[in-house]
């Protein structure tokens, strides 16, 4: 089993910054993958920025340049460090995992979630 709690969620200004950490336990070592993803009102979840083992990493096009994900290996942290926000970005964000857990294969665990709102 793969545990995952985030924090650094709030209340922001528009153009202003938040920076997102998720922290995991358990079943480290199977993990493949691991990022973020927002809901909003009414709306589907979606991706937001992923990191690969390897360091390789992903964006979605509505927050490339603005948020950059990083990760911590020696914490079993990822951070998502939120730039230029805007009230667009108002949502529930969630951590995510993808570990591959034997006899099971890949499965996705997810933190509880985290509420990020912009003000304009």
């Known amino acids: 089993q793969v545990q995952l709690v985030e924090s650094g969620g709030g209340l922001v200004q528009a153009g202003g910054s938040l920076r997102l950490s998720c922290a995991a336990s358990?079943?480290?070592?199977?993990?493949?993958?691991m990022g973020w993803y927002c809901q909003a009102p009414g709306k589907q979840r979606e991706m937001v920025a992923a990191i690969t083992n390897a360091g390789v990493t992903n964006y979605a096009d509505f927050v490339a340049g603005r948020f950059t994900i990083s990760r911590d290996n020696a914490k079993n942290t990822v951070y998502l460090e939120m730039n230029s926000m805007n009230p667009e970005d108002t949502a529930l964000y969630y951590c995510?995992?993808?570990?591959?857990?034997?006899?099971?294969?890949?499965?996705?665990?997810w933190g509880q979630g985290t509420q990020v709102t912009v003000s304009s």
């Open positions: 358990g079943s480290i070592g199977s993990i493949n993958v």
């Open positions: 995510n995992a993808n570990a591959k857990i034997m006899p099971w294969g890949p499965r996705d665990y």
